[in-house]
């Protein structure tokens, strides 16, 4: 749980003191954010690349021809193999197969699934919503949670309120993903019957705009439940302790003698400035927003990219693995570059370095 | 009319290494319209004397005694009474602007915000207009409201908050070590600013410093502190021209008088640290730096008595009349 | 640094060993105020006393259970009975009590998670310090490299890496491992350059100090206690990693760890069943073991970051 967030408040050393006013606006020009851009997003595009090599080494190097996993269940002549690695353009060079394989990816030709026979294309978009549903809701209420509850707490450093919510918060952060589902799936689907064990809509719901909705939100609760349980409290450690470091701050004191109640010191003078070396960690924290969401969709039958990814190890379909490698780290690397270019625009500080 | 009067304030620390006294038995009066310095050094409780009138100190600094705002006390007051009181009775000008002030915040909203607190019937817009015109009165042009912080100078910060301390037309406003951190030039003009004001609105000023030459040019009245007591108080410029107490003389010989050349070869300064709050001496608590002590020092702890005239002194050889500077 | 109240003994055969004995008694003084400062929090006394009880649990478990209990050919029990006198956590699908099988599987989740974290930490102290330490383009390629391991969804390049490598307990290790170490590389590196910008490194350098006896002397032993904190909380990560891949099916097929039983209670719909006694006793000891390692590492960290420690103000 360490912070390598940036500075946080009053950490910025104050510029001299016989700087011209109006220096200051003109240094937060175009030059300095294209600077701020090319920085982040060269090294964006160098990570990318990283992927895209890491990927063909594993899957095609280590893991070597995928001829004799696609053709397991039935024997096959020497010729119609031939035949096979030709048509696949495995009997090309290596350094060939790796330029095919990047110009591929980047015109979002990805090959065909083994398992479905069908363009990995075509899956990914079939199924993304899904996952797009089931992780963004569990985010958006794990953030809020968090931040609500780690406000409070980091505020009220050693209360009740902080002692049981950081208790609360361990007690599910250890508690596996896929053990916690499946709890969840015994006692509110199997014992209480409240909602359906798995799936994302039941066969028999009408076809309509509305109970096919309603269908969704229901089989939606408990993934909901089980992956913003396991998620909340990072975030939740990630705000109390940047609000820890704001505490003591003279900007408070400031705030207190002008007459402000203690909760609008807190959100409207503590919040902001805690908020923002979050920023950072939050997108960070996006790696495992991924690793959550594939186990929870494999605990629930979800049918996202997680479970499309899980399914794929057995079978083994390499294609798919290998499209859903590339997608969910480089979605990664997106987001972090995402957050760092939302930090100029929501730190006023970091402009003028 | 007397606007803030502290009765017997003590305030008590209780940390890990046990209670310390910070401050011990202040008394001090502030009329309106005029301008009270408190100097001494760093640790002698001045500035937790300042936090104790707003009630900003830390829980664990515990205030006993009284403290009188237009006649009322405000260590018995409830809460919400408090946050009423709090800026619009008194305000306080920050030491150390660049941390005092919202970094994420621009200071036009910083300015407006206490208006907005404390008058439900203005309009946002209003407020920004009256900010504005605050903003205009201490040198800073319009548009500068829309600025950060950390996008002003050292000097402007600090007008910045001397703006933002007339917000809510206070009877009374403390400048904790307000010019502190300026250099000598800005320190001049926000000194002037100051006194300035002061003048203008016949409000109640408390100026904390522990540069002499900075009291004696705004305030009226001086009162040097040590270790948590008032050791001497009187007109600033005759605190400062002779003083009734060792502490305070060697407190005035310490800022060497530019263009005199025996300044430079008389021992300025003072030797020794101030004594550990928790472990204070015997007697008189100046008494292991003092150069004029007598064997009753060591007995007896002086009180704060007059001497002549509206001066007075905690110092048993003041009080017989004796010089305490030797040579 | 200097106050050391204990003078070398007066019987130092040499001025070297002299200067070990005190460097050795200063060292001990440190540890000795760690520990105190360590023992006044409570939390980080309970993961204590929790980690001791399920280690020697797990060292035992070959006294108190047989192995032959773990056998599937010579399970005496039904399929998946509930707990009663003789399977106090009832059975499996086979009829292997529940308790023996979790009471093994400690052995193999703990032995997994600490392995992969000391070569996560050996990994990342080295790159970390001597990144730090070398800088120039070696320590500008080391710090991209573990920024970019740190960004990439762990679970997903463990997957890959299993998926293509096979199912064993040294790749399992190793993946954990690869996965793990960028957050130490970071975490050292800072601590590196803030040792190296100290005076009497510098002093070390003009007194012509090499690289090696800076880095082994000098920044190594100030680095450490930050690295034994997060150590201390990459060992829950790595069980919790380890457990979420064996449930998967991607651990190693001929051993029990507690990710693998769980594996096997979903494959046999032990939910479907309602086997609350097969999902529970797994699932809880995990649990236990991350929040005692968690409970350790925090109370650590709080020793050796004051910052952290949060005396109220």
Known sequence: MTADGPTPAGGAPAPSAGRRPGSAARERGSSGFGRYLFKHVSGAAVSLLLVLFSSFFIFRLIAGDPIDQLTKERPVSPEERA?????????????????????????????????????????IVERLPATILLSGTGMVLAVLLGFWIGTRSGWKQGSRFDRGHV????????????????????????????????????????PEFWPQALDIAHHLVLPVLTYTAVVYAGYLMIMRSSILDEIGNDYLTTARAKGLRDDQVRDRHAVPNALLPTVTLVFLAIGGVVNGSIV?????????????????????????????????????????????????????????? | MTLLEFRDVHVTYTGSRGRIPAVRGVDLKVEAGTTVGIAGESGCGKSTLAMAVLRLLPKSAEVRGEILLDGEDLLRMGWGRLRAVRWTGASIVFQGAMHSLNAVQRIGRQVAEPMLVHDKDLSPAAAAKRAEGLLERVGLPPSRTRSYPHELSGGQRQRVMIAMALACDPDLIIADEATTALDVMVQAQVLQLISGLVSERGVGMVMISHDLSVLSAVCDTAAVMYAGRIVEQGPAHEVFAQARHPYSAALGAAFPVIGDPAARLRPGGLAGDPPDPARLPEGCSFRPRCAVSVERCGEESPELLRIEGARSSACFVAQEGEPVVIG | MTASPTPPPPLAASPRRARRQLAR???????????????????????????????????????????????????????????SAAFPLGTDEVGRSILALTLWGSRLSLLIGLTATVVAIVIGTTVGVTSGHVGGWYGWFALRISDWFMVLPSLVVAIALLAVLGRSMGTTIAVIALVSWSGTTRLVRAQTLTVQSRPYLERAR???????????????????????????????????????????????????????????????????????????????????????????????????????????S
């Open chain 3, 206 to 312: 003009a007194l012509g100090a090499g690289h090696w006896h800076q880095m082994t002397k000098h920044i190594l032993p100030n680095v450490l206690p930050l690295v034994l904190a997060s150590a201390t909380l990459l060992v829950p990560s790595a069980i919790l990693m380890e457990s979420s891949l064996a449930w998967l099916g991607l651990g190693d097929p001929n051993v029990v760890s507690w990710g693998s039983i769980l594996n096997r209670a979903s494959d046999n719909g032990a939910v479907s069943a309602h086997a609350w006694w097969y999902l529970l006793p797994p699932g809880l000891a995990i649990l236990i073991v991350v929040l005692a390692f968690m409970m350790c590492g925090r109370a650590l960290e709080a020793v050796f970051n004051p910052r952290l420690r949060g005396e109220p």
């Open chain 1, 83 to 123: 035949a096979l690695r030709a048509e696949l353009g495995l009997d090309r060079p290596m350094w060939q197969q790796f330029w095919d394989y990047i110009t591929g990816t980047l015109t979002m030709d990805l090959g065909d699934s083994f398992q479905y026979r069908r363009p990995i294309f075509d899956l």
């Open chain 3, 25 to 83: 008694s200063r060292r001990r003084q440190s540890f000795l105020r760690s520990w105190a400062a360590y023992r006044a929090q409570r939390t980080g006394m309970i993961g204590l006393v929790l980690l001791g009880v399920i280690v020697v649990l797990a060292l035992a478990a070959p006294v108190l259970v047989d192995e032959s209990a773990l056998s599937v050919t010579q399970a005496t029990g039904g399929r998946m009975e509930p707990p």
């Open chain 1, 167 to 206: 208790a609360t918060g361990l007690l599910l952060y250890s508690a596996p993903t896929f053990w916690l589902g499946m709890i969840v799936i015994l006692v509110f689907a199997r014992y209480l019957g409240l909602f359906p064990v798995n799936g994302m809509r039941s066969p028999s719901t009408p």
């Open chain 1, 296 to 353: 929870t969709e494999t605990v629930f039958s979800w049918p996202g990219l997680g479970s499309l990814f899980v399914q794929a190890i057995f079978y083994p379909d390499r294609p798919v693995l290998q499209a859903l490698f590339v997608l969910f780290s480089a979605s990664t690397i997106l987001a972090v570059l995402a957050a760092e270019v939302l930090y100029w625009f929501i730190d006023p500080r970091i402009r003028k370095s």
